[in-house]
């Protein structure tokens, strides 16, 4: 079993429509970062959270500790966010590395 | 580019020939380290480096050597690739080992055949 498992893997939507990935793990962590994989394959950092909610624009990631899972929210969904969202977890069993999901492919229709 | 240069970005080998990716960063970061990435897999971590002169074993080493001679640069060497190594490389940075928040280059799309 994975130490970081993301749903859905795939993800098709309209345009407008209310998205939330989903990113389950199974170590003991000291940060969860989610980042964001465009088509082109350049890879950049959204968010990094211990706790509790973090908002940027139309992203909001939430973090539950207690139950090891999180949510990337996106409002009011747009075709330029077609993207493949990426959970990386901070472990602390594994000298701090970084585990990282599999992604979740995300798609936004006009 | 977030402050990480890699090249090439595309490359085809032949299954022995060996050839080194590049990475160069201009933040002056401890941490630098080589994913690569696969279809249906998370990024898995190859060589990592937490300073000049210091590099060490990710999860999946085998078949890639690293030096880190200079805190800007970190090389990746294949030295007899195998079709296996196909995929595509990432170069990271943070700004220290404990820092979460990874800055990448634009990735290396290898091919062996």
């Known amino acids: 079993k994975n130490e970081v498992e993301q749903s859905p893997q795939n993800l098709t939507a309209q345009e407008g429509e209310f998205i939330t990935i989903n990113c389950s793990y199974s170590v003991g962590i000291s940060a969860l970062h989610w980042l964001q994989q465009h088509p082109g394959g350049g890879i950049v950092s959204l968010f990094m959270l211990s706790s509790g909610k973090k908002k940027h624009g139309r992203l909001i990631a939430t973090i539950n500790i207690q139950e090891k899972h999180s949510s990337l929210h996106i409002t009011a969904s747009h075709p330029r966010d077609s993207a493949v969202y990426i959970c990386?977890?901070?472990?602390?069993?594994?000298?701090?590395?970084?585990?990282w999901g599999a992604g979740t492919k995300l798609i936004i229709k006009p | 580019n977030a402050g990480v240069t890699q090249t090439p970005k595309f490359q085809v080998l032949k299954t022995g020939q060996s050839m080194t990716l590049q990475c160069a960063q201009d933040?002056?970061?401890?941490?630098m380290s080589w994913y690569r990435q696969d279809p249906g897999m998370g990024l898995r971590l190859i060589h990592y480096s937490v300073g000049a002169g210091i590099t060490d074993q990710g999860e999946v080493p085998n078949g890639y050597n690293v030096s880190r001679s200079t805190t800007e640069d970190f090389p990746l060497r294949l030295l007899s690739a195998a079709p296996s190594q196909t995929s595509v490389y990432f170069c990271a940075r943070r700004t220290s080992w404990q820092d979460t928040e990874a800055f990448f280059g634009q990735g290396t799309r290898l091919t062996v055949v």
């Open positions: 990386a977890v901070r472990s602390r069993d594994s000298n701090y590395q970084l585990i």
């Open positions: 933040m002056n970061h401890e941490y």
